[in-house]
T-cell receptor, first 115, second 113 residues
Framework: KAGVTQTPRYLIKTRGQQVTLSCSPISGHRSVSWYQQTPGQGLQFLFEYFSETQRNKGNFPGRFSGRQFSNSRSEMNVSTLELGDSALYLC??????????????FGPGTRLTVT | GENVEQHPSTLSVQEGDSAVIKCTYSDSASNYFPWYKQELGKRPQLIIDIRSNVGEKKDQRIAVTLNKTAKHFSLHITETQPEDSAVYFCAAEYKAAGNKLTFGGGTRVLVKP
């Protein structure tokens, strides 16, 4: 079974631009969560999607948004990029997530650099 | 609020010694506590998890203990090996926040040969 994949792996953008990151979960997984990883803040939860619906949201500004498609693939979008958005963005998939917590499998991440 | 404190932030041990990492959480309703290992340049991987209906779980050289009364849980690695060098993250599932997984700040473990 193929693992979680994320595209692109590396991205360089300038302040004010917007960016879209993509995550393809493991086949059969319906829950996709997104995390921001920075050296100073560790792993910060962005949001979780399940069956095309946002099930949970972290404490990030509205510039961060996401969606999930019927095939469980997910995208996250960051608008009006700021220097502080430079980070590794990880997605993780699980079969159900939520209250029936099962193991999350992480993707390799997208390294976003904002200049 | 949703908070997971993890200590220490760095840990250096001699090969063969034990390593212990501790985490505390604030939501008494939390009932799922995973531990992830992240090697340099790689993705986090689940190494062990524990649910609140058990107090301890072991998997070879790795064990996790949970004290629900005190709201803390710990990772124990025995007979450490150089390949155990990595960053370890604990996490707790917050029922009050819609089952959101909140991560600790991470512990960088260095096993010296």
């Amino acid at each position: 079974k193929a693992g979680v994949t994320q595209t692109p792996r590396y991205l360089i953008k300038t302040r004010g631009q917007q960016v879209t990151l993509s995550c393809s979960p493991i086949s059969g997984h319906r829950s996709v969560s997104w995390y921001q990883q920075t050296p100073g803040q560790g792993l910060q939860f962005l949001f979780e999607y399940f069956s095309e619906t946002q099930r949970n949201k972290g404490n990030f500004p509205g510039r961060f948004s996401g969606r999930q498609f019927s095939n469980s693939r997910s995208e996250m979008n960051v608008s009006t990029l700021e220097l502080g958005d430079s980070a590794l963005y990880l997605c993780a998939s699980s079969v159900t997530g939520g209250p029936l917590r099962d193991e999350q499998y992480f993707g390799p991440g997208t390294r976003l650099t904002v200049t | 609020g949703e908070n997971v404190e993890q200590h220490p932030s760095t840990l250096s041990v001699q090969e063969g010694d034990s390593a212990v990492i501790k985490c505390t959480y604030s939501d008494s309703a939390s009932n799922y506590f995973p531990w992830y290992k992240q090697e340099l340049g790689k993705r986090p991987q689940l190494i062990i998890d524990i649910r609140s209906n058990v107090g301890e779980k072991k998997d070879q050289r790795i064990a996790v203990t949970l004290n629900k009364t005190a709201k803390h849980f710990s990772l124990h690695i025995t007979e450490t090996q150089p390949e155990d060098s990595a960053v370890y993250f604990c996490a707790a599932e917050y029922k009050a926040a819609g089952n959101k997984l909140t991560f600790g700040g991470g512990t960088r473990v260095l096993v010296k040969p």
